[in-house]
C-alpha cells in the first residue's frame, strides 16, 4: 500500500480502520504487518507534503495512527508487535504537531497504550523526557487549540474540510461539529493525562510533572459531560499522593488543594479520589499541617459517611486522618477555629457514641418522638416565615436525635439547609446538605439535600459542583417518579440549562478569545514546534478536499445521539 499511488488507498485504509475498530483482537493484519504499513504511511504523510494533498490522502496519516491505537488496546502481543515495526518513532512526530490536533488526539492515544504495558513500556520510556514534557504541555493547551482552530472559528467554510468530515463522518453541520469537536478534546486531554499516569505510577519523572504551573492546571481538568468515563486531572493526583515528592507538590499548591475539597463535598464520580487525596495528605507528617486549615472544614462533613462507591467505613478514615493527633494538637495548630471543629468531631465520633452506646431502647425510643416533636414546631415556624426560629429548632433536635437515627438526622439537616439557604448562607447550607447526603443510603441519594445543595453552591459562583448536584437531583426525581413519562422539573431544568454554559469545555478559551486574544494561538514549546511546513501545509488544505469522505459510519450515528442525549 504505501508504495501505490492511487486515490482509493484511502478507502481501503478507512476499511482497515473500521475492522481494527470493531475486531481488535483478530490477529489477522498484525500478522500480516499491518503495523510496518501503518508506519510507512504516516512518515510518507509528514515527508511528503504534495502527496498527502493529493486527493484524499490527508485521511490516511489519522487513520494509521487510529489503527494502531485500536489493536494495541487491548492486546500486548499486538503492542509487541507494534513496538517492533517501530510504530513509536512517527507517532511521536505526530504528537509533536507535524500536522495538526486530530493527530495529535490519536497519536497520544496510541502511545498511552504502548506505555500502559509491562513489556512495551521501556520502549516508550527511551523517549521519557520528550514525552512528559509533550503530554503534559498537550494536556494544558489542547483545549485551547482545539477552540482556536476550530470551534471558534464561526464560519464553517474556513475550517478544514478533513477535520469537519473524520469529526461527523460526512454528515451533520455547525453543531455536531462542534458537538464531536468538544468530546475530541476532552479525550485528547484525557489521554494525555493517561500517558503521564503511566509515568506516575512507576514514580517516574515525579518532578518533571510537579511543576507549579501545570499542576495549577492539572486541577482544572475535567473529563466533562461529553467524557464522564474519564477521572481527568484527579486521577494523576491521587497518583502524585502515593509518592513523597508529589505530596510535597501538591500540598504546596492551593489551587490543588481547595479544588480537592470542593471535590470531596460533591456528587461527582470521583469524589473518593478527591477524599483520598486529602486523607493521604493528612497522614503525612510532613504535608498535614500544611492542608489540615483547609481540609478539617470540609471533610468533617463527612466523618458520617459510611460507604461511597464501594468502599467501606469512608467516614471512620476521614475522622482517624483528622484526630491522628488530637491530644497534642494545640501545640501545633494555631487557627483556634480549626481546634473547635476537631473538637466538634471528637465530641461527635468519640464521647457521644460511647454514650450513646449505653444508652436502652427504651430511651432512644423516648428521645426519637421528643425530637419528632421539635421538628414540627420547626416545620410549622418554617411556613409561618420565621426561618430565624425554625433554624434554632432543628439545631436543638439535632442536639437531642440519638447518631444511629441516621434518617431522622438526615431530614434535620437538610431542613436547616434549606434555612441557611433562604438567610443567604451558602457555605452553611453546603455543610448540611453534605451532612444529610451521607446520611441517606445510599450515600448521596436524599433528593432535596441534592437540589439544596446545588442552589447553595450556585450562590458560590461554583457551577461544575452545582451541575452535578443539579444533574443528580433530576435522576432522583426520575426514579422516585412512578408515571410512564417521567416529568423533569423546570426549576431544574434552567439551572441545568445555565451551569451547562458556565461548564462548557471551552469556556476559558472563549474567555479567553473575548479578552482581545482573537488571533493569538497558543505557544508551543521547544517539543512540540509547527514548523513553518506545517503551517503552510494547514493554510494549503483549506482550499482543497471539498468531496466529502465516503466512509458513513451507522455506529458514529449512534455514539453522537448518544452524546446528544447526555448533554
Not at 459562583?461 to 416529568?487: I, Q, R, Y
Not at 461548564?503 to 514548523?531: C, I, R, Y
Request: with cysteine.
Amino acid at each position: 500500500m504505501p508504495l501505490i499511488d492511487d486515490d482509493e488507498v484511502v478507502l481501503v485504509v478507512s476499511g482497515l480502520w473500521n475492522i481494527a475498530m470493531t475486531q481488535p483482537d483478530d490477529p489477522e493484519f498484525p500478522s500480516l504487518g499491518i503495523f510496518d504499513c501503518m508506519v510507512s504511511l504516516i512518515y510518507k504523510g509528514i515527508n511528503d507534503k504534495a502527496w498527502l494533498c493529493r486527493d484524499q490522502n490527508v485521511y490516511i496519516p489519522y487513520y494509521a495512527a487510529h489503527i494502531i491505537g485500536s489493536y494495541t488496546m487491548k492486546n500486548v502481543e499486538f503492542a509487541e508487535k507494534g513496538v517492533a515495526s517501530g510504530v513509536i518513532p512517527p507517532l511521536l512526530d505526530l504528537m509533536r504537531g507535524e500536522m495538526s490536533w486530530v493527530e495529535q488526539r490519536v497519536a497520544v492515544r496510541a502511545l498511552g497504550h504502548l506505555a500502559s504495558y509491562e513489556r512495551t513500556f521501556e520502549a516508550v520510556a527511551n523517549h521519557e523526557e520528550e514525552l512528559v514534557k509533550s503530554a503534559m504541555h498537550l494536556a494544558s493547551t489542547c483545549l485551547e487549540v482545539v477552540y482556536n482552530m476550530f470551534v471558534g472559528e464561526k464560519n464553517e467554510r474556513k475550517r478544514l474540510k478533513y477535520h469537519k468530515d473524520l469529526l461527523t463522518r460526512g454528515i451533520g453541520g455547525l453543531e455536531m461539529q462542534n458537538r464531536k469537536a468538544e468530546e475530541w478534546a476532552s479525550q485528547m486531554q484525557c489521554w494525555s493525562i493517561h500517558l503521564l499516569n503511566c509515568f506516575a505510577v512507576k514514580n517516574r519523572s515525579i518532578d518533571l510533572i510537579c511543576t507549579r504551573e501545570f499542576l495549577k492546571d492539572l486541577c482544572q481538568m475535567w473529563g466533562g459531560l461529553v467524557n464522564h468515563s474519564s477521572s481527568g486531572g484527579v486521577g494523576l493526583i491521587r497518583l502524585l499522593c502515593y509518592n513523597k515528592v508529589g505530596r510535597t507538590s501538591i500540598a504546596g499548591s492551593k489551587e490543588i488543594i481547595e479544588n480537592l475539597c470542593k471535590l470531596s463535598r460533591s456528587s461527582d464520580d470521583w469524589q473518593y479520589m478527591g477524599i483520598d487525596c486529602l486523607v493521604l495528605l493528612l497522614n503525612d507528617p510532613n504535608t498535614r499541617y500544611k492542608i489540615i486549615e483547609t481540609a478539617t472544614f470540609h471533610l468533617i462533613d463527612l466523618a458520617e459517611l459510611r460507604t461511597l462507591r464501594g468502599r467501606s467505613k469512608v467516614g471512620e478514615m476521614i475522622t482517624k486522618a483528622l484526630l491522628c493527633d488530637f491530644k497534642r494538637r494545640k501545640s501545633i495548630i494555631n487557627n483556634s477555629e480549626v481546634e473547635t471543629a476537631l473538637e466538634e468531631i471528637w465530641a461527635l465520633k468519640v464521647e457521644r457514641r460511647k454514650r450513646e452506646h449505653m444508652t436502652s431502647m427504651e430511651e432512644i425510643e423516648e428521645k426519637r418522638l421528643l425530637v419528632s416533636l421539635i421538628k414540627q414546631e420547626g416545620n410549622h415556624s418554617f411556613w409561618l416565615g420565621k426561618v430565624e426560629a425554625a433554624l434554632a429548632k432543628y439545631t436543638s433536635a439535632l442536639t437531642l436525635c440519638p447518631m444511629g437515627l441516621r434518617k431522622e438526622r438526615a431530614v434535620l439537616f437538610s431542613n436547616r439547609a434549606q434555612c441557611h439557604l433562604l438567610l443567604s448562607d451558602p457555605d452553611a447550607a453546603i455543610s448540611d446538605t453534605t451532612r444529610a447526603l451521607c446520611l441517606s443510603d445510599p450515600s448521596n441519594s436524599h433528593t432535596k439535600s441534592l437540589w439544596r445543595r446545588s442552589q447553595a453552591y450556585d450562590m458560590k459562583g461554583l457551577a461544575k459542583e452545582s451541575l452535578m448536584d443539579c444533574l443528580m437531583f433530576v435522576s432522583g426525581c426520575m426514579k422516585l417518579d412512578t408515571a410512564e413519562h417521567a416529568k423533569i422539573p423546570h426549576y431544574a431544568m434552567r439551572m441545568i440549562s445555565k451551569q451547562v454554559d458556565a461548564t462548557w469545555l471551552f469556556a476559558a478559551a472563549q474567555s479567553k478569545v473575548m479578552n482581545n486574544d482573537v488571533n493569538k494561538v497558543p505557544q508551543w514549546h521547544e517539543g512540540t514546534t509547527m514548523t513553518s511546513g506545517n503551517k503552510g501545509f494547514m493554510t494549503g488544505l483549506s482550499t482543497i478536499l471539498e468531496e466529502p469522505l465516503i466512509t458513513k459510519d451507522g455506529n458514529t450515528r449512534r455514539k453522537l445521539e448518544r452524546a446528544r442525549q447526555r448533554k
